[in-house]
C-alpha cells in the first residue's frame, strides 16, 4: 500500500483544514490508518487513528490523542481508499507536518496504536500551519 497525503496549508486560529490520505493498492478496507504529526524540534507524535471494520462494534473505532480529542475527526471512505483527518479549532501549537501511515499489524489496540513501529507504511506528509 502505498500513501499519499493532501490537504495542507495555512490557516489561521480557529480555522479548519481537512487532510487527506489516499491509498494505492489492494484491500484497503482491511487496514488501519493512523496519522501522526512533527513539529520543528520534536519528536513525530500519534494524533488520531482508525481502524477496520470492526464486528464487535459493527463499525469502526477511532482513536484520538488528548491534545486533539473533541476538535479533530478520522473518518474513512473505502470505496475511495482514502481516510480523512478533519481538523477543527486549529491552535498554534497543531502546526506540523503531518503523516499517514498504514497497519494491518492485530495488535493494534486503544493502548497500541501511537506506536509507529506497528505501521508498514508512511505517507510524505503534508505541512500544516496555524499561524495569524
Known amino acids: 500500500v502505498q500513501l499519499v497525503e493532501s490537504g495542507g496549508g495555512r490557516v489561521q486560529p480557529g480555522g479548519s483544514l481537512r487532510l487527506s490520505c489516499s491509498a494505492s493498492?489492494?484491500?484497503?478496507?482491511?487496514?488501519?490508518i493512523g496519522w501522526f504529526r512533527q513539529a520543528p524540534g520534536k519528536e513525530r507524535e500519534g494524533v488520531a487513528c482508525i481502524t477496520r471494520y470492526d464486528d464487535s462494534v459493527r463499525g469502526v473505532n477511532t482513536h484520538y490523542s488528548d491534545s486533539v480529542k473533541g476538535r479533530f475527526t478520522t473518518f474513512r471512505d473505502n470505496a475511495k481508499t482514502t481516510v480523512y483527518l478533519q481538523m477543527n479549532d486549529l491552535k498554534p501549537e497543531d502546526t506540523a507536518v503531518y503523516f499517514c501511515?498504514?497497519?494491518?499489524?492485530?495488535?493494534?489496540?486503544?493502548?497500541?496504536?501511537?506506536?509507529?513501529?506497528?505501521?508498514?507504511?508512511w505517507g510524505r506528509g503534508t505541512q500544516v500551519t496555524v499561524s495569524s
Open positions: 501511515a498504514v497497519t494491518g499489524s492485530p495488535r493494534l489496540k486503544y493502548t497500541t496504536w501511537t506506536w509507529q513501529y506497528l505501521y508498514d507504511a
Open positions: 493498492g489492494s484491500s484497503f478496507a482491511d487496514y488501519a
